[in-house]
Structures are given as structure tokens and as C-alpha cells.
């Protein structure tokens, strides 16, 4: 691990003059929390010219300069704060099984080509969706160690034409035996036949341990990314600023702190804190980030993310009315949610629950970009007929996708299990006979 870490670095080192990464600065001594990531912004913005001024005269400048590399981002659009949000919808017909025979699958990735990526848990594998429902591995990520909660879990994409092979990176939020990390590898290859290449370290030293590890990420409309990262099993470092367990992330694609414009909250990596175990990321049309949180015996919760909000773990667990915390906007006992992955369609927010075994729909009823959007009444969806699901997303054609998560050691598989299944969605607004599913 070290190894792989070190000579990641240190290739980055030659390539530029770049500002060492949080990871770095968390080995040096002496140096703790905040004062180092505080470190990294001021070194950031010195380095930023110097690369600025290389990047003009230099031909490697494309590999070196974090400002260089990130390709625009496909951003929603986006609505002006307090304009109307989009015209909810809700599943419409029985879902279809798509693919089979997956193993603790956790994440499903749909890349900008149509093609389908699947991360499972347990065996590290990245797998590929044929057109015909079955499964190729695409390879394996070999620094994961399954251990509980943990392993090959968020995957992300970033289309970004310099990287090698001319497509974009595959992002993974991964555990290894003494920490949580991410990683990204360049895609290669077409559809039906991708490979991975080898991975560089984004960041690490996230805490990890046998349950609450988090895992989700994504990359935000600002083209930053985004991690959901757990408390792992250590409460107080929800509340712990200059601790990355029990926080939402925010950095750029190469992991280092966003500076001036983009600059993060506390100027480190953490964007909202007090959080327990989040595992599920996504933006309204509004630009709204909105976060599922599993509870620990009480309340799981559906939180709307402002920048520095404190969302209370472990002092408080749901709706507390407590002034010197963030409500969650809608919360569920942990038997009828237990939420992972989070998908927004036509602001309506769908959350795949684990031990509840159903897709939760939430709409969006009052949006804008400044924390105060408000939701509609929850609408529970295929309760106890898949059992526990894991992720949900966009699928092709007006579909929703979503997988199941009996293999997981907690559910109760059945044959085919774990499965991919696909449900058309339609505006609430239109009678059910008026729409072919
Ligand atoms: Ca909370």
C-alpha cells in the first residue's frame, strides 16, 4: 500500500511543481489536522502560479496541473433559485430483471457512452453489462480488502480526453486492510470490451473499520468530487474537524483541497460534517446536494447539504430541533429505510434502502440552491419484493435502474440473486392508463 502510494507520488512530484496532497502532509510530522490541510490551500494557491507559468511553456503541463486536467463537467441544468422545481415522477409497471449473478454488487456506474459498470463489494470486482444481461469483469481492483462493511464500493466517471487512452477515469472508493481510499484508473477499450488501467491514488487515509464506511462519490455540477465517508465505528470524529471519518468530502479530481473560488467551507477537504454513515450523493435541478444517512437505532435520515452545515452525529440522531444542527428533511425508522444509494430524477429523489427493502421516492416540492428546499410526503416502492437494494440510478429511456443486495452477508438470497432490475418512470401527473410502459 505504502509502496503504491509513495510511487504515486512521487511520478506526480516530477511531473511538477504541484502542491504536496493532503495525504502527504498528513504523514509529515508535527503536522496535524486543519493546520496541514490549512497548509496545502496556501501552498495550492502559491504553486498555482508557478504552474500556471509552466504550463505555458511546458508540453508535460497537461499531466501536471489539476486546473488543466478537468474537462467540463456535463452540468444539469439549472433552474434560478425559487423557480419551480421539475414535474415529479414515479415508477410506472413491474421492473424487469436486466442482469443476474452478481455478488454484492454496490455500485452502479453508467458511463456517457451507454456503456454499464458494476462494483462488487466482496470480490473487488468491476464488472461490465452486456447488451444481452450477462456479465464480463472488466478487472479487479487489487488494493480492495473485503473485510464487513467494507471493499470495492462508490465508483465514479470523469470524461477527461488527456487521460491515457483518451476516454476518462474510473473513480473507486475502496477499503484496504488499514484505510479507506480512492482511487481512479483510465477506462480503455469500447463498450463490450472495457479495461481498466493502473490506478493512481487520489486520496487515502480515510478512516475505515468493519461498518460505517461510507463510500459513495461522485462528481458534483461544479466538476469537483464528491465522498459520503462514514464515522467507522468512532462517533466523536463526526464532530472532529480535523477528522475525515463522519464527513461529506469535496475535492478536486486529483484530490487536493479546492482553492479560491471553489475553496471548501473550513478550507480543507471536509464539506459537511456530523454525519454517521452516509451512502448516497446527488444534485437537483436547483444545484442541490442532497445525502442519505443510515441512523443507529433510531432514525435514518434524507438530508439536504449546505457547505459547514453540522448535521449532528453523534449528539443527535433525526430531528432533533437542536439550533446548533441541521435538521434532516425527511427521516425513517432504520427498519423501513437503512438508505444507500440516492438518484434524482425530474427532482424527484429515489432512495434505495437496504434492511427496508424498497425504493423510497421523495419529490421535490420547493427548490432552490440556498438549503431551504422543502419535500413532499415519501412514497415506498416494491416493499419486501426484492429485498435489500443498494443502488439506484438513471437508466436509459425515461428508466430507473436499480440493484438488489441479498449476497451482502445480512439478506436472504435467492437464485439469480443479486439482481440489476429496470422500472419505467412517468410524471405523477399523468393517469397510468395514458403512458405505455
Ligand atoms: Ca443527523
Redesign the pocket.
Known sequence: MAHRALRFRRAVITVSPLPPTPAQLRTAPGVRGLTRLRMVTALSTATALIILTLAACSAEAPNAAPATERPAQPTPTQLESGTNPLTPVQPVGDPVVIASGLAAPWSILRLPSGATLISERDTARVRELLPDGSLREVGTVEAAQPNGEGGLLGLAFLADTAAPGGDGWVYAYLSTATDNRIERMPLAGSNGGHTLGAPDLVLDSIPRAGNHNGGRIAFGPDGLLYATVGDAGNPATAQDLDALGGKILRMTPTGDVPIGSEANPFDTLVYSY???NPQGIAWDSHGQLWSS?FGQNTWD?L?RIVPGGN???PT???QAGDAR?ID?EQQWSTADASPSGLVIVSDTIFLASLRGSRLWSIPITSGSTGGDSSTGAPTAWFVNRYGRLRDVVSGPAGTLWFVSNNTDGRGSPVAGDDRLYQVHVRPVSVPAAMVEP
Do not use: K
Open positions: 456530523g454525519h454517521r444517512e435520515e438530508n448535521y449532528g452525529w443527535v440522531e433525526g444542527f434532516p
